[in-house]
T-cell receptor, first 113, second 112 residues
Framework: DTGVSQNPRHKITKRGQNVTFRCDPI?????LYWYRQTLGQGPEFLTY????????KSRLLSDRFSAERPKGSFSTLEIQRTEQGDSAMYLC???????????FGPGTRLLVL | QKEVEQDPGPLSVPEGAIVSLNCTYS??????FMWYRQYSRKGPELLMY????GNKEDGRFTAQVDKSSKYISLFIRDSQPSDSATYLC????????????FGSGTRLSIRP
């Protein structure tokens, strides 16, 4: 499968715990995006990278959220001290800089108890 | 007020009907307009992409953008049960390979 992959697909955690998600983009895609989607809503932009550089970060993203793309390939999204309001689907997408299409992965569904 | 407004539906139509989906937006700086389709428990997939105002047709799908009214539409002709999904309008200021603002999605059901 050459699409965007995300792991884990599901994560249940207790409030206050840290969680980390991984995204593997389509090979050679230099842009990588993170979005969050809650039930009945569209995806909400969190941040995006060009290669290893983080180009933009949403003002809605609190200091508990951090994303990295250390070698310009896969990316991780970490949430520290999780809260119940963090429960959502976390979507990753990738694209070429010159292309019009962002290709989305299947998402990681997070439930914070 | 949200930057992008979309009627959440649900919308239910019989097979073969023409479907019209719409969004309005408030940010006049948006230049790139997209429609994504999302099946249950899947990530969104791009259906249509339009730059600035105008119409674009791709098979049974037609996208329209009216920047003067800040209004975009997606028409689906000869709708099929396989078209049942959530349709998300989306827009971007600088390019579609950057930050995208999504509508809340319209859930569409096509009855056989």
């Amino acid at each position: 499968d050459t699409g965007v992959s995300q792991n884990p697909r599901h994560k249940i955690t207790k409030r206050g715990q840290n969680v980390t998600f991984r995204c593997d983009p389509i090979s050679e895609h230099n842009r990588l995006y993170w979005y969050r989607q809650t039930l009945g809503q569209g995806p909400e932009f969190l941040t995006y990278f060009q290669n290893e550089a983080q180009l933009e970060k949403s003002r809605l993203l609190s200091d508990r959220f951090s994303a990295e793309r250390p070698k310009g390939s896969f990316s991780t999204l970490e949430i520290q001290r999780t809260e119940q309001g963090d429960s959502a689907m976390y979507l990753c997408a990738s694209s070429l800089q010159i292309e019009e299409t962002q290709y989305f992965g299947p998402g990681t569904r997070l439930l914070v108890l | 007020q949200k930057e992008v407004e979309q009627d959440p539906g649900p919308l239910s139509v019989p097979e073969g009907a023409i479907v019209s989906l719409n969004c309005t937006y408030s940010n006049s700086a948006f230049q790139y307009f997209m429609w994504y389709r999302q099946y249950s428990r899947k990530g969104p997939e791009l259906l249509m992409y339009t730059y600035s105002s105008g119409n674009k047709e791709d098979g049974r799908f037609t996208a329209q953008v009216d920047k003067s009214s800040k209004y975009i539409s997606l028409f689906i002709r000869d709708s099929q049960p396989s078209d049942s999904a959530t349709y998300l309008c989306a827009m971007s200021q600088y390019s579609s390979a950057s930050k995208i603002i999504f509508g809340s999605g319209t859930r569409l059901s096509i009855r056989p």
